[in-house]
């Protein structure tokens, strides 16, 4: 067991239990995305607690001592970046369209992967509102698959840039938070981040679908409303 008693036989177990009858390929591109998934929550538990010990007055020479790398290595890594704010749910989204991307041997994320990203968390606001417009989880994946770009011919390994249109979804989903009095940045921010960039794939799918940027905002604005008034919150 490692100190988070967290075994390899665990997530072994859990991955065949969640996805039973498939193949063995189909659990290793499941498993990658795990992986993935897993890293992508160790920065953010590191970052966590950078901050803390920024907060108490650590300079960066000694967080860099700590985390084991130079003092500009750490102010590199762990400098304020553009999903700061973002929930785990919409940091992971993120992980899928990059994913989404790798899959389809693009080049660059666009805003079509980041609108599969979010379809792909079905924990998320964003899917929940996506579903209950269209009734149907495989109609937005198939409008979603439909815009998609050719796939490449090369598998691409390692970083996948983000296209222009994609890095400005990115700011919106930040600028809707704060037009609708939230700290944070939620997978429904995102998904009002990529309609607000009109001449993107993705804010066209969406209104193929019926959503209008007024509507989506009213909604996302009444469906958190909703839950933070829930009982238990």
């Excluded at 300079?59 to 001592?65: L, V």
């Excluded at 790798?102 to 924990?123: A, K, Q, W, Y």
């Excluded at 509102?129 to 979603?144: F, W, Y």
């Excluded at 009002?192 to 209104?207: C, K, N, Y």
Aim: glycine share 8%.
């Amino acid at each position: 067991m490692s100190p988070l008693d967290i075994s390899l036989a665990d997530l072994i177990a859990r991955l065949d239990e969640e996805f039973p009858g498939t193949d063995e390929l189909a659990r290793v591109s499941e498993a990658r995305l795990r992986a993935q998934t897993l890293s992508d929550l160790g920065d953010q538990l590191i970052d966590h607690y950078v901050s803390k010990a920024k907060q108490v007055g650590a300079s960066w020479t000694e967080i860099g001592d700590a985390i084991g790398v130079s003092k500009q290595a750490a102010q590199q890594r762990h400098a304020p970046g553009p999903f700061e704010r973002y929930t785990n749910l919409n940091r992971h989204s993120i992980v899928l369209a990059q994913e989404a991307a790798r899959t389809h041997r693009h080049d660059s994320i666009g805003t079509e992967h980041l609108l599969l990203g979010l379809l792909g968390e079905p924990r998320g606001l964003a899917y929940e509102v996506l579903v209950a417009k269209t009734e149907s989880e495989q109609r937005v994946r198939d409008a979603i698959e439909e815009a998609l770009p050719p796939a490449g011919e090369k598998v691409l390994r390692g970083h996948i840039a983000f296209r222009p249109e994609s890095k400005e979804a990115i700011g919106q989903a930040r600028g809707a938070a704060v037009d609708l009095g939230h700290e944070w940045v939620g997978t429904e921010h995102a998904l009002l981040g990529l309609i607000r960039v009109e001449e993107s794939p993705a804010a066209q799918i969406l209104r193929d679908l019926g959503f209008t940027a007024d509507e989506l905002h009213e909604t996302v604005r009444a469906e958190v409303a909703n839950r933070l008034a829930a009982p238990g919150n």
